[in-house]
């Protein structure tokens, strides 16, 4: 039976356990599994190596983001950390400028100590992406659309250039989940996720997913897991994979509230420009002056002043101070983000309730002409 993405989601975990029927999936805390006799094994031994909480996850975002393994981590961060692991010193990757801060940092880091070397080129010009492979180029590592510019990368492109020049693409896909676009169908290799974010959805659970296209790829992230060991424990599997169960709604949710907001935002005369792709649920924008963000921000009643993304709640998000700021002023402003972008993530809440916290805000700032404005 070919089931809808809804249906698949929500029935993740379940039919898992056959001696007691369990809708919800159990909570393997055991870290070591016995065997009955030599030779024999359930299968699970030592659960930085695998655990049966962990599995459902894991097998559960393979098939969603159509790969043949899926790897669960203790953060997005290690989730990249562990892609990262396949390179070695001298190896040369590729990415977009407009990248987390958080992988920006990793990066210069692998730099530094490893060796590793990275180039950022223009994404929206292909030609500029060719020129700058070279033969030690092995990969390309992209997020799309970008953050915090919400720029649209074209993938199938992208793949195309990668695919003639033997290189492995890379997916951050935290901001359209497979919901919305599934990089692997695409023609890219590896995608990763920090299921932070949408997939678990709650702002209450920290971890990383990877997965794999190929079984190759497949294989050597397997043996890299469980060397490293930044896996994700078994009650943080849980709980992403609740969150996973609910996203077709929640997207649905926060994307029509988006497109809501995103339109009055542009109507506002405080608003220099808006950045919205036209689906998922970030938007971003810039306000006239970057001395009106401080009051802007301290005026927000109901969407938190938050570093972080895709949960029911609402955030407004400072780049520049927050996400960003590892990122040398100069060359961070150079990619346009500047003091007066701010990031929304949109969250599940009567839409016109967050019309009217933005109103309220923006009208506090009138008052203060001369004052705050100033
Ligand atoms: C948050 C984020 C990460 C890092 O994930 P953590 O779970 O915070 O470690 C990586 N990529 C993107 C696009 C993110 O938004």
Redesign the pocket.
């Known amino acids: 039976m070919v089931l809808q993405p809804e249906s698949v989601y929500v029935q993740l975990g379940n039919k898992q356990d056959d001696t007691t029927g369990a809708i919800s999936p159990p909570i393997h805390l055991s870290t070591a599994y016995r065997h009955n006799e030599l030779g024999q094994s359930t299968g699970y031994e030592y659960t930085r190596t695998k655990n049966p909480t962990r599995s459902i996850l894991e097998e559960g975002i393979a098939a969603l983001e159509h790969g043949v393994a899926g790897f669960a981590c203790s ?6 950390q562990l892609v990262l692991s396949l390179f070695k010193s001298g190896d040369h990757i590729l990415l977009p400028y407009d990248i ?1 801060g ?2 920006y940092r990793l990066l210069a880091h692998a730099h530094e100590h490893y060796q590793l070397e990275v180039s950022y080129a223009d994404f929206q010009d292909l030609r500029s992406i060719k020129q700058m492979i070279r033969p030690e180029t092995k990969a390309i590592f992209l ?1 799309t659309p970008t ?1 915090p510019l919400l720029e649209e990368i074209d993938l199938t492109e992208v793949c195309q250039i990668a695919k003639a020049n033997d290189l492995i693409v890379i997916v ?1 896909n ?2 359209y989940t497979p919901y919305l676009q599934q990089p692997l169908r695409l023609g890219a290799d590896i995608v ?1 996720h ?4 949408y997939l678990a959805g709650h702002n209450d659970v ?3 997913l990877v997965v794999a296209k190929s079984k190759q790829i497949a294989e050597r992230l397997a043996d890299l897991h469980n060397n490293i060991g930044a896996t994700l424990g078994p009650f943080d599997a849980w709980l992403v994979i609740r969150g996973i169960k609910t996203l077709p709604l929640r997207i649905r949710a926060q994307q029509k509230n988006a497109q809501h907001l995103a339109a009055f935002l542009a109507d506002q005369d405080h608003v220099q420009e808006v950045i919205y792709p036209g689906k998922g649920a970030m938007v971003s924008f810039r306000l006239q002056e970057s001395s009106w963000v401080a009051p802007f921000l301290k005026q927000l009643k109901l969407i938190s002043f938050a570093e ?3 949960g029911v709640e609402s955030f407004i998000t400072y780049p520049a101070t927050q ?1 960003h700021a590892d990122i040398p002023e100069a060359e961070r402003v150079a990619r346009g983000i500047d003091g007066q972008l701010l990031r929304f993530s949109v969250g599940i809440e009567n839409v016109n309730d967050l019309i009217a916290d933005l109103t309220q805000s923006f009208s506090k700032m009138n008052n203060s002409k001369g004052g705050d404005l100033e």
């Open positions: 953060s997005g961060m290690a989730a990249i987390y958080g992988t997020e953050n951050d935290t901001f990763v920090s299921a932070t974010k920290l971890a990383g972080s993304l895709g996400t």
